[in-house]
């Protein structure tokens, strides 16, 4: 890979880190992406901009069970959406599985 196409995926890279839950979610996230600043500063020669960090880190919002939940709905609303457009397709086998994976980690229908 040529070293202006590797600039270009770490900008993409930076782009995804620096997004709303991914920089601000607790400290190391935060120091991933000045990091991450850091390095395409010094590959394109430019004076950084770093992230300052948010008053309150996204981790420290919720406690870890409250945390667990809320990953789990959230696994669980993706694969209703996935169980229903299999159903609407008439994928009968894959709403088997999804209701597999459903059991198994999320406890749902």
Same mark, same amino acid.
Not at 20 to 36: F, P, S
Not at 63 to 89: I, M, N, P, R, W
């Given at each position: 890979?040529?070293?202006? /196409?590797?600039i270009?995926?770490?900008?993409? #890279?930076? &782009?995804? &880190? %620096?997004?709303? =839950? @991914?920089? @601000? ?9 000045? =990091?991450?600043? %850091?390095? *395409? ?5 430019v !004076? ?7 008053? !309150?880190?996204?981790?420290? $919002?919720?406690? #870890? ?5 809320? +990953?789990? &709905?959230?696994?669980?609303? +993706? #694969?209703? !959406?996935?169980? *229903? ?6 994928? #009968?086998?894959?709403?088997v599985?999804?209701? $597999?994976?459903?059991?198994?980690? +999320? =406890?749902g /229908?």
């Amino acid at each position: 890979m040529s070293e202006l /196409k590797n600039i270009h995926k770490l900008k993409e #890279l930076i &782009q995804t &880190q %620096c997004t709303n =839950g @991914n920089w @601000n979610y607790d400290a190391y996230m935060h120091g991933m992406a000045n =990091g991450m600043i %850091c390095a *395409e500063a010094v590959l394109t020669n430019v !004076e950084p901009v770093y992230l300052d960090p948010p008053k !309150e880190f996204i981790s420290k $919002q919720f406690t #870890l069970a409250e945390h667990d939940a809320l +990953v789990k &709905q959230a696994v669980s609303d +993706v #694969l209703d !959406e996935l169980y *229903e457009d299999f159903t609407e397709a008439g994928l #009968l086998s894959a709403r088997v599985h999804i209701n $597999q994976i459903k059991l198994k980690h +999320v =406890g749902g /229908k």
